[in-house]
């Protein structure tokens, strides 16, 4: 009786961990690249205390904005930046483009 039992117990476990597993969210495929990009012009805006900042380079030869979500940065045209390229699948493995985001990395130090 007791190696019915057994049998029985690991039965359920192993199809417990085959269901649970089928039942994860599969990881989105992600794509990333860190690049050192001369910043082409600079996009700023101040409203009381909010700000905005963003920064035009040029990937690819292809004219970008790169976004500075927390505007801790505060360069200039001419400066060289990193630039984290990411790219991701649709979300929710859903018909469409893959989409690229351009984000400003700040420089050591900055915000720690």
């Known amino acids: 009786m007791k190696k ?15 269901v649970w597993t089928g039942a994860m969210p599969t990881t989105p ?10 910043v ?6 101040k409203d009381g205390e909010a700000w905005f900042r963003a920064y035009m ?7 970008v904005i ?9 360069y200039n045209e001419g400066d060289t930046i990193r630039v984290l390229a990411m790219r991701n699948k ?4 859903k018909p469409g483009p893959d989409l690229l985001h351009f984000a400003v990395t ?3 130090g900055l915000g720690e």
Not at 40 to 45: I, P, Q, R, T
Not at 57 to 63: H, M
Not at 66 to 74: G, P, S
Not at 90 to 93: A, G, L
């Open 4 to 18: 019915v039992t057994l049998i029985a117990f690991v039965v359920v476990v192993l199809s417990c961990g085959i």
């Open 29 to 38: 495929a992600r794509d990333y690249e860190v690049l050192n990009l001369k």
């Open 40 to 45: 082409l012009k600079v996009f700023s805006a």
């Open 57 to 63: 380079v040029k990937w690819k030869d292809q004219e």
């Open 66 to 74: 790169v976004d500075d979500t927390l505007a801790k940065t505060n």
């Open 90 to 93: 649709y979300p929710n493995n």
């Open 106 to 108: 700040p420089p050591p």
